[in-house]
């Protein structure tokens, strides 16, 4: 018999050409029939929808219709058919089935409708299921936009070190990364273990943001962004924070915070646009299923400029509704870090739209944020999202050397290892700005998912390294 090439099925749910003989191959979504016929809903992760196969039961033995349950990986060539019923324009009138992969009777995807917390049990067979697959082929999709994006806008994409000698943010919440042995570590007479004979020298961890040498690749190519891994070992077992998730930074030479913030703006727009546009299947069934108002608020985001508005302003704002009665966990005043709490009330009960916070206290952000004249705040601007909070957080940097100094030492920041970045303020330096947007906040947004250990599809979360 001839081998026909397999067709995706996203392909041949498309086609019009009834009577052609065809062949996919995917896994079994459900099977039901009856004497004469048994229809086959066979899906190969290309989209969301279905093939149904319709296999006639004086065709097949019943010792093969019996190995077609659900999970269950098939082969199917038959005739192309305009379908009556299935909610599809076209079906598949099997001629010859074989099972590439029977599905054993535990397979944990078995039930519709198993609950987020059992699914993150399973994450490696989750994947198999409708939501998973369209949130992982969404994500696929947010990354190509992502690149699309800077790329039209002439950003270079600059990979930036993931192990790193530097922590000056990260202090405290950072990996280390050693090839010590740790039940034999040499000790000085102090009893601080030495370095010296370690990998690098010295001791090095995984990067909480590429920024410092994402500053060093605008102030030469003048536009750049980063796309990848971050590692925070904070403990923070929020719906919000993962161990290791993908941020986007750009960095550009010659901004501002005012053209920061407009970056901020049309590339989150785009990439929302670009879901709406290229994505639609597969929010149309998270709409659905997930989060019926999804749609609604991807469309108004699009839509509706955001809000900016200085901190002081928000705190004022804040500081109204607790006088007019509004609870809050957390206490508000001026030069309080806002909490997820004041962050969504600001953007979905005030404003109702994001709004971009800026001119933060100095005291709550990184000592790189360019100074305000007051002298108490800074040029920081965090973009602020319903139902997330915080979505990206970024600011104008500190160009001059003596103020960026001064702020080091002000904060102890330990510099040893940081004189290369300095540099960029010694040679010709020159105003800049950029941001951090963590990736799996955006898919959260644009998904409707509501934990993020649900869109990256193996999370890493305290106490949580499986898979
Ligand atoms: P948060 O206050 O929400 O903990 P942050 O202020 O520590 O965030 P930044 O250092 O400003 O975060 O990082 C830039 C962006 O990276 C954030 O706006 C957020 O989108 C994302 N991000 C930060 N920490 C995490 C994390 N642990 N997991 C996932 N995304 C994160
Ligand atoms: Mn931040």
Redesign the pocket.
Known sequence: METIRRIKIIDVLKREDYGSEVNVKGWVRTRRGSKSVHFIALNDGSTINNVQIVADADKFDDELIKLITTGACLSVTGELVQSVGSGQAVEIRAREIEVLGTCGSDYPMQKKGQSMEYMRTHAHMRLRTNTFGAVFRIRHNMAMAVHRYFHEHGFFYFHTPIITASDC?GAGQMFQVTTKNLYDLKKDDEGKIDYSDDFFGKTTSLT??GQLEGELGATALGAIYTFGP?F?A?N?NTP????E?W?IEPEVAFNDIHDNMDLAEDFIKYCVRWALEHCQDDLAFLNKMIDKTLLERLNFVVENDFVRLPYTKGIEILEEAVKNGRKFEFPIYWGADLA?EHERYLVEEYFKRPVILTDYPKEIKAFYMKMNDDGKTVRAM?VLFPQI?????GSEREENYDKLMARIEELNIPMKDMWWYLDTRRFGTCPHSG????F??LILFVTGMQN?RDVIPFPRTPKNAEF
């Open positions: 943010e909480v943001s971050t925070r904070e923070s919000r924070h993962l161990a998730f941020m997820s965090d909070g915080e979505i990206i957080g941001f951090g947007l963590g799996e906040r993020i």
